[in-house]
T-cell receptor, first 114, second 115 residues
Framework: AQSVTQLGSHVSVSEGALVLLRCNYSSSVPPYLFWYVQYPNQGLQLLLKYTSAATLVKGINGFEAEFKKSETSFHLTKPSAHMSDAAEYFCAVKKIGGYSTLTFGKGTMLLVSP | NAGVTQTPKFRVLKTGQSMTLLCAQDMNHEYMYWYRQDPGMGLRLIHYSVGEGTTAKGEVPDGYNVSRLKKQNFLLGLESAAPSQTSVYFC??????????????FGPGTRLTVT
């Protein structure tokens, strides 16, 4: 069974600083990986996904993530944080093929201070 | 194109009452899902469906039932609500083909409180 670990339930950055949200996965086979964002009182929105093509994936709002098989990681980064990036971020994993469903991490709340 | 919609947005139930949450999608997606979100727990899958007339258990199915009588609708039922079912419930849907296969589209959520 696959699983996802997000390190840090809360991450605080200053506006303009680098954003780094960590995600490590556990899977018996190479998976698909996703990052979702949830703004207050809203549903989840897909930021980006890795589906075994390029290992560096670019998403919306300036975010990107790099798939590193050797480290079983898929960390989310953004060079310069904006106040509007304050939200909760979820990493998710899916086994390739079949009807397997997404398994979500517990989420990381990103706090951005002026 | 409304995407995924959920009804109702808020609900308060007393212990032992029953209710049904409705999810509808207009994207002709085959797969539909019900999750619950609790603080510090992320999203946990309750039940899912891979097509009209099919349902399957997820990670936390106890106390819930589902039905998928029409492709565009996925119903989540609570037969006898308990305080432990106080949560935010999200419905999602996904397609099975093409470049964006398996991307899940989420509804806005239903906030349920059981007293």
């Amino acid at each position: 069974a696959q699983s996802v670990t997000q390190l840090g339930s809360h991450v605080s950055v200053s506006e303009g600083a680098l954003v780094l949200l960590r995600c490590n996965y556990s899977s018996s086979v190479p998976p698909y990986l996703f990052w979702y964002v949830q703004y207050p009182n809203q549903g989840l929105q897909l930021l980006l996904k890795y589906t075994s093509a390029a290992t560096l994936v670019k998403g919306i709002n300036g975010f990107e993530a790099e798939f590193k098989k050797s480290e079983t990681s898929f960390h989310l980064t953004k060079p310069s944080a904006h106040m509007s990036d304050a939200a909760e971020y979820f990493c998710a994993v899916k086994k390739i093929g079949g009807y397997s469903t997404l398994t979500f991490g517990k989420g990381t709340m990103l706090l951005v201070s002026p | 194109n409304a995407g995924v919609t959920q009804t109702p947005k808020f609900r308060v139930l007393k212990t032992g009452q029953s209710m049904t949450l409705l999810c509808a999608q207009d994207m002709n997606h085959e797969y539909m899902y019900w999750y619950r979100q609790d603080p510090g727990m992320g999203l946990r899958l309750i039940h899912y469906s891979v097509g009209e007339g099919t349902t399957a258990k997820g990670e936390v199915p106890d106390g819930y039932n589902v039905s998928r009588l029409k492709k565009q609708n996925f119903l989540l039922g609570l037969e006898s609500a308990a305080p432990s079912q106080t949560s935010v419930y999200f419905c999602a849907s996904s397609d099975t083909s093409g470049r964006w296969s398996y991307e899940q589209y989420f509804g806005p959520g239903t906030r349920l409180t059981v007293t």
